[in-house]
């Protein structure tokens, strides 16, 4: 049987070579252009994101700070200052401190007993769809609280039909609101209900269980002994 010869190899893989070589310069410079500009591009928006990630991380930073000394003045009585400094981040810093700033920037009104200018800015943070449900639903609850008195009972009643669920984070103050407005339109039929379960909810503040528990007591309930009777009841029927 015959070698191959050792020349005939040698010039197949010049061959092959060649014909590879050739093929790559062709793609190089059919598509080389736009593969140049397509990696520019790619490094040119990496670079972009990274310098937009350190900087919001870093005025991120500058806004907590500023806060942070925003509250140091309230703590100290200095609404004035405190306030010049939220009405600002209201409008400069981030999304959530913004929300925050707005939140803090209308309790430092109120507290100097600019109640009107408070509860403006309640108002207009409820109302605004942009910032998160939860802080919509703060203001919600410190503006009704603001305005109760001059409230018609069956507006609190409405407003508040959201958060007078047990289990919603606002749940014991809405209720608590929602019970005396029913006693203000003579519902004692409704308002006691509400009363007995702020008594049941083991996360009401005990400030705001204590009153509903009086006044579900003042109106013929006693809420110590539903909760007895329905763990009897359950322990029967297991």
């Known amino acids: 049987m015959a070698k191959p010869d050792v020349r005939d190899e040698a010039f197949l893989r010049e061959v092959d070579d060649e014909y590879r070589r050739s093929q790559f310069v062709g793609f190089w410079q059919r598509y080389g252009r736009m593969l ?3 990696i520019v591009v790619f490094l040119v928006a990496l ?4 310098f937009w990630r350190q900087d919001r991380a870093r005025r991120a930073g500058e806004t907590g700070e500023r806060f942070n000394l925003a509250l140091t003045q309230v703590e100290a009585g200095n609404f004035t200052g405190a306030s010049a400094v939220f009405a600002d981040l209201a409008k400069s810093g981030t999304p959530g401190y913004r929300a925050l700033a707005q939140l803090m920037q209308a309790a430092t009104a109120v507290q100097s007993g ?3 200018k408070g509860l403006t800015i309640y108002r ?3 109302a605004d769809t942009a910032i998160a449900k939860p802080f ?5 609850i410190k503006a009704t609280r603001l305005e109760y008195d001059t409230l018609a009972p069956a507006t609190v009643i409405e407003r508040l039909k959201p958060y007078s669920v047990p289990g919603d984070p606002w749940f014991a103050v809405a209720a608590e609101m929602t019970g005396i407005a029913e006693l203000k339109l003579n519902h004692p039929d409704r308002a006691a209900p509400l009363f007995v379960a702020i008594v049941r909810d083991q996360q009401s503040p005990p400030s705001i269980r204590n009153r509903a528990a009086q006044l579900a007591i003042a109106l013929g309930t006693d809420p110590a002994s539903l909760i007895v009777s329905r763990t009897s009841t359950s322990g029967l029927a297991k």
């Not at 670079?47 to 990274?50: M, S």
């Not at 919509?136 to 919600?140: M, V, W």
Request: overall charge negative; aromatic content about 6%; glycine content about 6%.
């Open 47 to 50: 670079a972009a994101f990274l």
């Open 36 to 38: 140049a500009i397509g």
């Open 124 to 126: 207009a943070i409820s």
């Open 114 to 116: 600019d109640i009107p």
């Open 136 to 140: 919509r639903d703060l203001a919600t």
